[in-house]
Structures are given as C-alpha cells and as structure tokens.
Nanobody
Framework: QVQLVDSGGGLVQAGGSLRLSCAASGRTFRTYVMGWFRQAPGKEREFVVAISQTGGSTIYSDSVKGRFTISRDNAKNTVYLQMNSLKPEDTAVYYC??????????????WGQGTQVTVSS
C-alpha cells in the first residue's frame, strides 16, 4: 500500500505561481511512476503530467505545456509540480498519483487526497 499526501494548493491571482508537493510512503518510491491530475467543478478528472521513475521522461498535457514543470526527489520520496503563469481555467483540485510501471496510462494504482488550487482573474 502506498500513501500519498498532497500539499501546496491555495488561492493565487492569474499570472501567479504555486508549487505543489506530494510525499509518498514506502521505500520503493524510486520505482514509482508519478503523475498529477486535476478535477474542476462539474468536470471529469483529467491528466496533467507524469514523470518516469528516474525523472528522465515526462509527458505533459497540451493545456499546461510550457507553464507547468514536474520534478521528483527520490531521496525525499517527493514529487513536485511547479505551476507558473496560472490561469483561472487551472482552478481545480489537484491529485498526485502512482503507477507502478511506465507508460503512464490508466489505470493508476494509488491516489492522494487532493489539494485545491484556485486562480482568480
């Protein structure tokens, strides 16, 4: 069982930045594919970005490419999502997730509890 704790959400003005963090339990974090998803009110959860076990490969959704950056620190069992140039349409609950193998296609195996990001115009 893998436990994930998402944090770092908040309220920010359009054009601002936030950094989300996701801390994972377990001694095998380095073997996990990590991803971020988001769900806006009234919408389905959507894929945002994923990073491979070593950090050597990343996949971004078109909606965040060039603005968001995923990174991981395997020594700290933590994955980060740096979000710049935020837009009101980025408002959502953001979830980190674990998949036990590449590629980052459904289904994902474990989920965090989510952290709210609100971008005001």
């Amino acid at each position: 069982q893998v436990q994930l704790v998402d944090s770092g959400g908040g309220l920010v003005q359009a054009g601002g930045s936030l950094r989300l963090s996701c801390a994972a339990s377990g001694r095998t974090f380095r073997t996990y594919v990590m991803g971020w998803f988001r769900q806006a009110p009234g919408k389905e959860r959507e894929f945002v970005v994923a990073i491979s076990q070593t950090g050597g490969s990343t996949i971004y959704s078109d909606s965040v490419k060039g603005r968001f950056t995923i990174s991981r620190d395997n020594a700290k069992n933590t994955v980060y999502l740096q979000m710049n140039s935020l837009k009101p349409e980025d408002t959502a609950v953001y979830y980190c997730a674990v998949r036990l193998r590449w590629p980052p296609s459904p289904p994902w195996d474990y989920w965090g509890q989510g952290t709210q990001v609100t971008v005001s115009s």
